[in-house]
Each structure stands twice: as C-alpha cells, then as structure tokens.
C-alpha cells in the first residue's frame, strides 16, 4: 500500500503561482511512476504530468506545457508540481497518483494509489 496526502492548494489571481505537494509512505515510493491529475466540477478526472521513477523522465498535457513543472524527491518520498502563469481553466482539484508502470503513462486505471485532493481556484 501507498498513502498519498497532497498540500498545497489555494485561492490565487489569474498570472499568479502555486506548488503542490504530494508526500507518500508505505511502500517503497521511489519505484513509483507519479503523476498529478485533476478534475473540475462536472468533468471527468484528467490527466496533468507524471515523472519516472528515474529522476528526469517527465511527461506532461499539452495545456500545461511551458508553466507547470512536475518534480520529486525520492529522498523525502514527496513529489512537486510548480504551477506557474495559472488561468481560470486550470481550477480543479488536484489529485496525486501512484503507478507501478514502468513509463510515464496517463490513464487514471493504471494508477493503483490516489490522495484525497487539494482545491486550487484560480480567479479572474
């Protein structure tokens, strides 16, 4: 088993940052593909960004690309996502995954662990 507890969400204008952030225990993390994931109200659970367990390897939407940064530290069982330049769209909550797939996929059915979310809201 996996725990995941994500912190780190909040209220924040249109242009302004945030850093999320999603600390495991249990079993061994660092072997771990990890990916955030999100959903808005009304729509399904959609995918973000997700990491290797093999620092470097990174995956992310196209609606992220070039302001949101996925990282980890394997050493503290924690991994990051940098949210940088939001927009109204990007308001969900946020959810941290753990896969046991080696590579960095995207579907929610190949990610066995799940924290409970943090809300980000992003203003006009």
């Known amino acids: 088993q996996v725990q995941l507890v994500e912190s780190g969400g909040g209220l924040v204008q249109a242009g302004g940052s945030l850093r999320l952030s999603c600390a495991a225990s249990?079993?061994?993390?660092?072997?771990?593909?990890m990916a955030w994931f999100r959903q808005a109200p009304g729509k399904e659970r959609e995918f973000v960004a997700a990491i290797s367990w093999s620092p470097g390897m990174t995956y992310k939407d196209d609606s992220v690309k070039g302001r949101f940064t996925i990282s980890r530290d394997n050493a503290k069982n924690t991994v990051y996502l940098q949210m940088n330049s939001l927009k109204p769209e990007d308001t969900a909550v946020y959810y941290c995954?753990?896969?046991?797939?080696?590579?960095?996929?995207?579907?929610?059915?190949?990610?066995?662990?799940w924290g409970q979310g943090t809300q980000v809201t992003v203003s006009s």
């Open positions: 249990g079993r061994s993390f660092t072997y771990y593909t």
């Open positions: 995954a753990a896969s046991p797939v080696v590579g960095l996929v995207r579907g929610t059915g190949q990610y066995d662990y």
